[in-house]
């Protein structure tokens, strides 16, 4: 599936948007100004600015999947959508209601842009998945600790607004856990990790019979899911689960193996998944519901990340270490679903936007500042070459700067989000088969 934010990063690239298009009516279209993102609920752009036929409207920019998606998110009933004048839609109606078809003009997002819509899916997944140029050895000019500040707000509100995105599909302990199968598999396995979430997320894995019954069993099917060989697998253990319609969602090349530190394989990684998997289905009220009433009581940060540590970092079933050493002859397998510098970057970068866009959508605008406050002050220690290498750049002429670096996850968010900055307009030459038009 196509995530929805690809469509929001694009329409934000001057070089992938014709300058004239048409609607599904015929007129021609020009996006003169996207206006304001909107990281949450509301219109995705506010404020825009479009040409029809060149007469100029000002008002608001939707963006969906398909048309039935305005209807199943409530907008015709919600006074917030009124002023969307331009809806972009990735795939073709079969029928626009009357209604709908009265309110806005409707364009498709594959007529929009100026490469062909299989080259454009293939730059956001090499954006998503490779390094840019910006990790290359020299080090640019880095902007002043304010305007990092404010990059790293940006970036909040943009994984925030990814995280709303999911609620038009899962519920909240749903949305959790794509999230806990994206950290555990950063950098190489986010992808079939999130993917294998997305088929098979907590709530319609309790309609599997017998799998939450013990974490051995979760993981096997988990591992059965994957599409990863499972040797240890009883015989006719997945006959119940292929009667049932549920086949494997990944096949074997789809997973990463080189290069991967000993902890991060693909089967310990899906080890970690099913022991949390299989601790939430036997907690009452769910693992979501565990984070919500810690993170309610509003307290300092050092309290909230151990009441946190306690529910993600757990020890692994001894069950489970005996059939991963007999299936494989791993040694050693870790003790905990989870390393410290993994639940850092879990909390950072799922848990705050989540816990964020719960905040807004829940109208509690304090609650919303509180959570947006230990997002800027999260102590986070660099864990990677880029951000040390730009703190030793800056510890002799911007030692504040540095330390700022060093110490806080807002601050470094804020440089991951410049750097990003730095790597638009796409790079072509770095993508196999795309040419600029």
Known sequence: MIPEFWLH?????????????YSLTGQEVQIISTGTWNPIEGPDFQDALIAVNGVRIRG???????????????????????RVVLHILLKRPQHIPVSLE??????????MITIPYSQWVLLMEHRSTHKPHYMRATTPKVPGLSQLVALSRQRFFRKARRIADWHHFFAPEDMLFIGIAEALGYPHNTRPLSRLMWEMPPSKLATVPNVLRHPVTLFQFLMYL?????PALPPGQTDPWKRQGLFPVLKPHQWHFGGVRPNNRPRLRLASLATLLYLNAHTPGGLFAQLKADIEQRRPLTWLQKQWRGHLIRPMPPGLIHHLHT??????????????????????????????????????????????????????????????RYIQHLQHHKPGL????????????????????????????????????
């Open 226 to 230: 994957s599409g990863l060989p499972a």
């Open 402 to 437: 540095a330390r700022a670096l060093r110490r806080q996850a807002g601050v470094q968010q804020g440089l991951y989000e410049w750097l990003r900055l730095q790597a638009e307009p796409p790079v072509w030459s770095s993508v196999p088969g795309i040419i600029p038009k």
């Open 102 to 111: 009265q309110q806005c003009h409707h364009v498709l997002f594959p007529e």
């Open 9 to 21: 990063e694009t329409i934000q690239m001057p070089s992938l948007i014709k300058h004239f298009f």
């Open 60 to 82: 608001d920019i939707e963006i969906h999947r398909t048309i039935d998606e305005w209807f199943r998110h409530g907008h015709h009933l919600d006074t917030r959508y009124h």
């Open 327 to 388: 299936e494989q002859k791993l040694h050693p397998v870790p003790a905990s679903t989870m390393g410290t510098q993994r639940f850092h970057q879990l909390t950072v970068n799922i848990l705050l936007p989540l816990f964020y866009w719960w905040a807004v959508r829940s109208g509690s605008p304090g609650f919303a500042e509180y959570v947006q406050a230990l997002y800027e002050s999260y102590p986070l220690p660099a864990a990677t070459r880029t951000l040390h």
